[in-house]
């Protein structure tokens, strides 16, 4: 069974809150590296993700939302804005300071090779978080080893073999026990299953989607593969340009999308029977470049429906339907949510 076919998360405590997170990276030209001007990767992101509960971030290549998993565990420093793990602020916390909390956050990583050091057995890149912290030496790193390799489905016997002698899917189930580890409540994953074969993301998918059952984790789960998004996720952030554009849950983000870009996505995915057909919904000229977004909303310059007020001020995320968020000037609160249409001689 699906995450989104299980019953969504009820009012729990929240484990991490965004609110308005900016990452601008400098742009240095000259022989002097100067600066020239700013990549907004991430310009004015927030959402809030509970125990037990996983957030979708999807959207194209370049949108923003790796940057946004990798702000959110400080291993990239925000430029402005806020975030709170348990209640705590944590934005600004020193490297040491920040220490503790690291336990309570862990990282899946896309490329199941390149994140697991090769010099290392399977054994010791799965205990080397419990030695970091001091949680268990001896026997009982040992046993905790071999428990956590059978939970991922690992023999415990593979404990002395090395990255090399795994495959994709086990390298990245050696990633999530490494994760689990040190008991965390937030885990990140950055697109953990796009590397592997279509037969073993399943199991990956189904795999995470029990521990969190299990051990009542928070996921923010970066992923392009809507197919994906849609098995395991509770809530969806479709983000365009560095910008969330719409949140919702996943029956009302798939069965009714609300933004442009939301809808536009969704048409060009394709569909698991052979004969089916959905209405293809074109997007005219390229993505924009984050080093100079366009004014307003940063969608018009493709939106099919865009008026005047689009090109002028960027609309604000808000609740148009209970639980449904949207930035667009077309969906205001307790407006229709019925398909839009073009604006009378729009171009």
């Known amino acids: 069974m699906s995450a989104a076919e299980s019953k969504a998360p009820t009012a729990k405590e929240v484990v991490v809150r965004v609110r308005d997170l900016k990452k601008h990276f400098p742009v240095h030209r000259g022989v002097l590296s100067r600066v020239v001007g700013q990549v907004y990767a991430v310009d004015g992101v927030s959402f809030e993700i509970r125990r037990g509960e996983t957030l979708c971030l999807v959207g194209e290549s370049g949108c923003g939302k790796s940057t946004v998993a990798k702000t959110v565990m400080r291993l990239l420093e925000p430029t402005a804005g806020s975030i709170e793990l348990n209640g705590e602020d944590i934005t600004r916390l020193s490297e040491e300071a920040l220490r503790p909390h690291r336990r309570e956050m862990q990282i899946v990583f896309q490329d199941p090779y390149s994140s697991l050091n090769p010099r290392l057995s399977a054994g010791d890149i799965v205990g080397e978080p419990l030695t970091n912290y001091d949680m268990a030496e001896g026997d009982a790193l040992r046993q905790r080893i071999a428990q ?156 099919p429906f865009v008026e005047a007020r689009c090109r002028q001020s960027a609309p604000a995320l808000q609740e148009v339907a209970p639980g449904h968020w949207v930035s667009c000037h077309l969906r205001p609160p307790g407006g229709p949510t019925g398909p839009l249409t073009p604006p009378t001689g729009a171009t």
């Open 148 to 303: 956590l390799f059978e939970r991922v489905g690992l023999r415990a016997d593979a404990m002395v073999k090395y990255p090399h002698e795994f495959s994709g899917g086990q390298r990245q189930r050696l990633g999530i026990a490494r994760a689990l580890a040190v008991n965390p409540r937030l885990i990140v994953a950055d697109e953990p299953v796009s590397a592997l074969d279509v037969s073993v993301q399943a199991q990956v998918l189904n795999l995470l989607i029990d521990l969190q059952e299990e051990f009542q984790l928070a996921y923010l789960f970066v992923s392009h593969d809507l197919a994906v998004v849609e098995h395991i996720g509770h809530r969806i952030a479709v983000m365009y340009l560095g910008r969330i554009v719409e949140v919702a849950d996943n029956a009302a983000l798939f069965g009714s999308p609300l933004h442009p870009y939301t809808a536009a996505l969704l048409a060009a995915a394709p569909l698991p029977e052979p004969g089916m057909k959905r209405e293809r919904i074109i997007l005219q000229g390229d993505v924009p470049s984050p080093m100079s977004p366009p004014p307003g909303c940063h969608f018009h310059t493709r939106c």
